[in-house]
């Protein structure tokens, strides 16, 4: 992993270049720059302009975008909150989809709520009250929570083993006979079973604030003793939050945020847990809504070019936390259309898709629902939506037929 806090981005092209197995001269016949102008780059003689970080992209496979982000918030942390924090940061790996091996029957998360772990889980007398967390799946961050209280008690856990060497990685396979598989490779009809005392845990969140669309791999410069795939519970640096994060830092601190729709995941407390299919679809109707959309990249694009960078509703122009919001709900790609958009900050978007915060297709002025008018989102109440100067706006009929659904949606609270 390449430590973006310290590589000028000279020296950041030259690591990725030497990583995809690139010579000067590769990267040039690729990006159809002369190779004179990369080495002048890599040594930071020479600044490139944007159609040449366009072409370094593509060439080298990445949006830059981990780098920016890095380099934006070296530069506004002098400006920072102070934040009151106390206790230890962690990440907590829960599992929404297949887990690879089957070593147990697993735990009952429930993502907004509460994450359930017990004594066979490395760092589970580490993790205290009042500490915070972030909380992932295997690709992604889901959201960040501090934690109110740990509940413990005693129950017996079933543990499964290969009845041949009895290690607990085993793989239940969908195609193949026998089913399963240890990682020792051997296979067999039935898993051993044997029933284990533990003490189980329960911590419940003061709060929980959603992301969306983060990928866990901009964590991995923060884990305290390094990265481990087989642990589900790791120590991270507070700088991840307080420089990636800080408008999540801060609402966390001072208000729990509690979203009214929860679902229910199973946690991998180490990648020797198994999958368990029962048939159903558990994901909730908002939380289909809000998923990564494809064509949303493009999407942004056009909103970003339409509306410059700033969110709509309350001028934030910080880039990396600005979402490409649908008006009328994704369900091909003639709704990535920049009339059926809206550039909104991430917890705006999450409101907006909740049907939390309504906008007027008339007047074109912001509504919040009562229960979502706190703190900083009072004073949205009533405010104009931002529209650059001589901008046609977004779609009205867009704008009235989710008006409709705002306006629904608030009779039946």
């Excluded at 944007?50 to 072409?55: A, V």
């Excluded at 002098?78 to 029957?105: H, Q």
């Excluded at 067999?188 to 604030?209: H, K, M, P």
């Amino acid at each position: 992993m390449l430590n973006q806090n310290t590589l000028t981005f000279g020296e950041y092209i030259r690591k990725l270049r030497i990583n995809k197995g690139y010579s000067q001269e590769k990267l040039a016949e690729l990006t159809d720059i002369h190779p004179n102008h990369i080495g002048l780059i890599e040594r930071g003689e020479r600044q490139p302009k944007i159609d040449t970080i366009e072409k370094l992209a593509v060439s080298l496979d990445t949006g830059f975008e981990g780098y920016f982000r890095k380099q934006s918030s070296i530069r506004k942390q002098s400006s920072l909150p102070l934040l009151n924090i106390k206790g230890d940061l962690w990440v907590f790996k829960t599992v929404s989809e297949g887990r690879a091996y089957e070593g147990n029957d697993g735990y009952a998360d429930k993502i907004d709520e509460y994450y359930v772990y017990d004594t066979t889980v490395p760092n589970h007398k580490n993790v205290k009250e009042k500490d915070w967390i972030v909380l992932i799946n295997k690709k992604e961050i889901l959201g960040f929570a501090k934690i109110k209280k740990i509940n413990s008690s005693n129950v017996l856990k079933s543990r499964y083993r290969c009845p041949e060497c009895g290690n607990t990685q085993v793989e239940r396979r969908k195609t193949k006979t026998p089913p399963y598989r240890c990682n020792k490779g051997h296979e067999f009809e039935n898993r051993d079973s044997e029933e284990i005392e533990v003490d189980q845990f329960t911590a419940y969140y003061e709060g929980f604030y959603h992301v969306r669309g983060e990928s866990n791999s901009s964590l991995r410069d923060y884990y305290i003793k390094g990265y481990n795939r087989n642990m589900s519970i790791q120590k991270l640096n507070f700088d991840f939050i307080s420089t990636q994060f800080p408008s999540v830092a801060s609402q966390l601190q001072a208000v729990p945020i509690k979203y009214p729709e929860n679902t229910a995941f199973v946690s991998a407390k180490d990648d020797k847990l198994g999958y368990v299919d029962n048939g159903e679809d558990e994901r909730n109707k908002v939380l289909r809504q809000i998923a990564e959309r494809k064509g949303q990249a493009a999407f942004r694009r056009d909103l970003r070019r339409r509306y410059g960078d700033c969110c709509m509703v309350t001028g934030c122009k910080l880039v990396e936390v600005l979402e490409a919001a649908h008006i009328a709900p994704y369900r091909g790609e003639k709704d990535n259309h920049p009339e059926n958009g809206l550039l909104l900050r991430s917890d705006i978007h999450t409101l907006f898709d909740l049907d939390l915060l309504g906008i007027d297709p008339e007047k074109l002025i912001i509504r919040i629902k009562p229960q979502a008018a706190i703190g900083e989102y009072l004073k949205l109440q009533g405010i104009p939506l931002k529209l650059p100067a001589k901008s046609k706006g977004p779609s009205r009929e867009s704008l009235a037929t989710r008006w409709k659904q705002y306006l629904n949606k608030k009779a039946e609270d």
